[in-house]
Structure formats: structure tokens, C-alpha cells
């Protein structure tokens, strides 16, 4: 652990273990391995659980956050089970807070993932519930399934996003034209990241890699932000994407041709 993780983690448990509306503290992630297993980058991942009446005093209440420095930026986000605050401060150290109650964890069998596992350290605990969560081991993380339609609405949406792109440049709104166009590039880059999740069973992923030679690919996509740029971008976004697609589902069939013919004869627009 590096010094500043250190410091700022002696003023957490200082901060929340005498609340007694906290009953119980776990540090996990990089932090709780030790100096091998985190970075001077490596941020704080605490597990928070308070009392049930209590919960909105933590989230999405910020200002209790604010007394461990000057917040620069945060990030929260919550399901049935849990709230998350992903706090960055202005000299960015960053904390994220998981914070639940008593009574939702006493159902973390139910939980679609669990953010802790084996090697998380309990800071201080006043609940035999929290005691027994954080030490079952190293539960089973369950990434949610992406269902046949989930992806094939994907697909529709990429087409639309590439015909309406299209239709945009022949129209000279060359602005909404490279905002679909940059769309597509995130798309692709969105059925990367379902792809290597698939693959390595997890969407946790510390150390980076898989994944970057898509990146080498996609930089085919990058053209001049002229109307002929675009519409060679899209055409180029379109190719990686068929290609992603294709290895996501062996249903999948390429259908781009209709699409180019179109690009086609808009640059033929273009050249009147």
C-alpha cells in the first residue's frame, strides 16, 4: 500500500467507525493484498454497511465525502442490492464506496455480483451478518447474460446509426454526421468489451491487454472530419463491426453491401 492509500485509509476508519450508523467497514481490491499487489494508481474499494433506515444519509449524499479532501469528480450508480459512489479528489486519490445496508446483504446469495472476495480485510464490524458475509470466501462472480435480443437490437440500432449518418453528410450536417460516426466507433468498441467479458468471465479487469488489438484495428476508422472522411468512417466502423458480430454470434450474417452502395452514391453527391 502506498502512502497516501495508508493515510487516507486511517482517516476513513477514523471517520465511520465510531458513526454508529455504520455497522461495518471491508476493505477490498488492490489495497488489501499489500504493497505487491497495488500502485501509487491503485484506488481505495470499501465495502460500507450501515443501517437500513440510514442508507440515505450515504447515498446519494455526497457531502460526507467531501471531508476526506476537495472532490474533483464522482460517479454513482445503484441496483436492488447495493449503491456506489466512485469518488475522485482534486490531487486524484479515489475511493470507491460500495455501500449497503444490513438486510440486503443478509441476501448476497441473490446478488447478480459480489465485489468482494477472498482477501478482503474487515476494518471493524458491530454485525454478525456483515462477519458472515465477508468471510464466505470468494464468491462466484455472475455476469448477466446478454440475451439474443439485447444483441440483435444492438445491431439495429448500428445500422440506423450508419443509414442516418449517411443521409446527414449528403445533407451537409456535418455535425450530427460525425457524432453517428464516433457512435459507431464506440459500438464496436462496446461488442469488444462483451466479447473479452465473454471470454475471460468477468468485466473486472485490472491489468489491460486483451482487447487492445481491436483498438490497432479501429484505428482504420479514424479519417479528416471532411464529408468524404465520414463517410469512409462509417464504412470502416461498419467492416470492424460485422467482423465483431460475427464472432459474438454464429447466427449473425453480414448485411453492410446495401449500406456501401449507399455511401457510394453519396460521394457521388458530394463530387456534383
Known amino acids: 500500500m502506498q502512502p497516501w492509500q495508508a493515510d487516507l485509509l486511517d482517516k476513513l476508519v477514523s471517520y465511520f467507525e465510531p458513526n454508529q450508523d455504520v455497522l461495518g467497514l471491508l476493505l477490498f481490491g488492490s489495497c488489501s493484498g ?3 499487489h497495488c500502485d501509487h494508481w491503485s484506488d481505495i474499494d470499501l465495502l460500507v454497511v450501515v443501517k437500513n433506515e440510514r442508507l440515505e444519509s450515504f447515498f446519494p449524499a455526497i457531502e460526507w465525502i467531501r471531508s476526506f479532501g476537495g472532490l474533483y469528480t464522482y460517479d454513482q450508480s445503484s441496483d436492488e442490492f447495493k449503491c456506489t459512489t466512485r469518488a475522485c479528489f482534486e490531487d486524484f486519490r ?46 462466484q462472480r455472475k455476469l448477466p447474460p446478454i440475451l439474443e435480443d439485447q444483441f440483435l437490437e444492438m445491431v439495429r440500432k448500428f445500422r440506423f446509426k450508419s443509414m442516418l449518418a449517411v443521409y446527414k453528410v449528403v445533407r451537409n450536417d456535418l455535425l450530427i454526421a460525425l457524432h453517428l460516426s464516433l457512435d459507431l466507433i464506440r459500438d464496436c468498441s462496446v461488442l469488444g468489451m462483451m466479447l473479452r467479458d465473454r471470454k475471460t468471465g468477468t468485466n473486472i479487469h485490472k491489468e489491460g491487454g486483451q482487447g487492445n488489438q481491436l483498438v490497432a484495428q479501429l484505428q482504420i476508422t479514424q479519417k479528416p472530419f471532411t464529408p468524404l472522411g465520414i463517410l469512409n468512417s462509417i464504412k470502416e466502423s461498419n467492416q470492424a463491426f460485422d467482423g465483431l458480430a460475427c464472432e459474438w454470434s454464429s447466427d449473425y450474417h453480414e448485411n453492410r453491401q446495401m449500406l456501401f452502395e449507399w455511401i457510394e452514391k453519396a460521394k457521388v453527391e458530394l463530387r456534383r
Not at 99 to 122: H, Q, Y
Open 34 to 36: 499489500g504493497e505487491n
Open 94 to 139: 479515489r475511493v470507491d464506496f460500495v455501500i449497503t445496508t444490513e438486510e440486503k446483504l443478509a441476501n448476497i446469495d441473490e446478488w447478480s455480483s459480489v465485489p468482494f472476495a477472498s482477501g478482503a480485510r474487515t476494518l471493524f464490524s458491530r454485525s454478525q451478518i456483515f462477519a458472515n458475509a465477508s468471510q464466505q470466501g470468494n464468491p
